[in-house]
């Protein structure tokens, strides 16, 4: 094992940004996909939420963070995002993202600033409509050019290795044929990304069920505010086809929300409109799809006009020409879809976990910024920043004590029927179709209920089974899934109120409501202990 090494699992922006901040010091093992565009990094359209004109204020973006988070922010995580968000732009400037320019030659600032839902000023800095994919690309070329960089394309990690003190000590990994791998580490990083898999319809085409959150708890590890899933507005509605997100920027360039009679219907429910957070949109949209005989609302652009559409949108108008839809003479037909994790492995500032040794950034990681309903924007800036942060505290991190790794029993019978990988799906299916149909973006407690008691059945019918050689990383993944379907579903039925992103038609008080039935502000705090 090299000197003082350092694992991360996962390659979007908080993996690769970590990677390359750290591996200047101390040598670096980089487990991710083959192919990137199976992370959610990649498919972030909007941009990146920090304080760049002199236009704007610091206390202005921490106070619309506080807002959207519905009370339930760490206002001390907020401030260190906030305050170290142009620092960490300026650092992607100098990698070389292609960020883009504005044109106004009476610019304030050199590049062009959008605004999205709950914020009160233009600070949304972007690559055109594909702020991920240019990010995403620009550093992993420079981490495929750094020698202290060894990169795993060919491991899936399915457990986190703990020695006899109880300190992480890296990961377990199965290769294409099923063949175990023990990557051992002074210190791993989880940077997994979030839990949007465990519902049926995402805005990513490949999105992760939280598999690593449920291995940092095997390991000890706390989890926060799980219940805490954002559904994306606007998510291109085609049932026939992969799913795409329709940016947040869309809104924020003066996109109405239509519905099935073609009216606007946002200015009702909320005095900003289509710019509200995007809990109270969703649940907007939401209502709207129940009262109709259309499964989505409409996305209206037209009155933009072609130029504009074209410069601002060129990725999401090619995209949508590519499936039958001229946004420039038609409307988007789009439908809220699962796309973000507010919750996940409680951390520092430093994204240090309970466990010694076990870090966690990103998505993967509930660092309290996002609170109740994360706001637009914020979640590529705190990848930057808790990436960043995470480097600087693993620079001078003292490796763990000499001890042995323990060994680890798989979840399965040694003498249980097999199950194949078709089975397995089925299994993902039916866990998918009960998230999304009981704890959604509206939930009751009697539904709450029924799927935890399914979900139960499902996990309890899993672990009578063993899988196939092949099919032992599917397995793996399931049951993590529904363990961690099972807490979500467990949290969720412990808030008994409404809160950002989790509404309980039983308990329906509003954010700013002052009645009996909802809690005082605190996150949910569960462990598999």
Known sequence: MATRNVLIIGGGVAGLTLALEIAATRPVILVRPARDVQGASRWAQGGIAAVLSPDDAIEAHIQDTLVAGDGLCDEAAVRFTVENGPAAIEWLIDQGVPFTLDPDPQARYPYHLTREG???????????????????????????????????????????????????????????????????????????????????????????????????????????????????????????????????????????????????????????????????????????????????????????????????????????????????????????????????????????????????????????????????????????????????????????????IQPKAVPWPADGPLVSTTELHEVRREMRQLMSRQVSIVRSTEGLHSALIALEALQESLLQKRPSIEAQTTYYHIHQALQLACLTVTCAQQRRESRGLHYNTDFPSGANSTSDTRQAARPSIISLA
């Not at 002074?186 to 319809?201: E, I, K, R, W």
């Not at 099935?260 to 939401?286: C, Q």
């Not at 129940?290 to 559409?309: K, P, T």
């Open 118 to 404: 709950g914020h009160g000023a233009r600070r949304i800095i972007h690559a055109e409509d594909a702020t991920g994919r240019a990010v995403v690309d620009t550093l992993l070329n420079a981490v495929q050019r750094h020698a202290n960089i060894s990169q795993r394309s060919d491991l899936t990690v399915v457990r986190l290795l703990q020695d006899g003190r109880h300190h992480c000590r890296g990961a377990y990994c199965l290769d294409e044929a099923g063949q175990g791998h023990e990557l051992l580490a002074d210190d791993t990083v989880l940077a997994t990304g979030g839990a949007s898999g465990l519902y049926l319809h995402t805005t990513t085409p490949a999105p992760g069920s939280g598999e690593g959150m449920i291995m940092a708890a095997e390991l000890g590890a706390t989890l926060m505010n799980l219940e805490f899933q954002q559904f994306h507005p606007t998510c291109l509605y085609d049932p026939e086809g992969p799913a795409f997100l329709i940016s947040e920027a869309v809104r924020g360039e003066g996109g109405h929300l239509l519905n099935e009679k073609g009216e606007r219907f946002m200015l009702e429910a909320d005095s900003r409109g289509e710019l509200a957070p995007r809990d109270i949109v969703a649940r907007a949209i939401d209502s709207q799809i129940h009262g109709s005989q259309l499964d989505h609302v409409w996305l209206d652009i037209r009155h933009l006009g072609a130029e504009a559409i074209h410069h601002h949108f060129p990725t999401i108008q090619a995209h949508c020409a590519s499936r039958g839809i001229d946004i420039v003479t038609q409307p988007i037909p789009v439908v809220p879809a699962a796309h973000y994790s507010c919750g996940g492995i409680a951390t520092d500032l430093d994204g240090a976990s309970r466990v010694a040794h076990l870090f966690a950034i990103g998505e993967a990681a509930c660092t309290g910024l996002h609170g109740a309903n994360r706001m637009a924007s914020n979640s590529l800036l705190e990848c930057l920043v808790f990436a960043r942060s995470c480097a600087a505290a693993l620079e001078n991190a003292l490796p763990p004590p000499a001890a042995a």
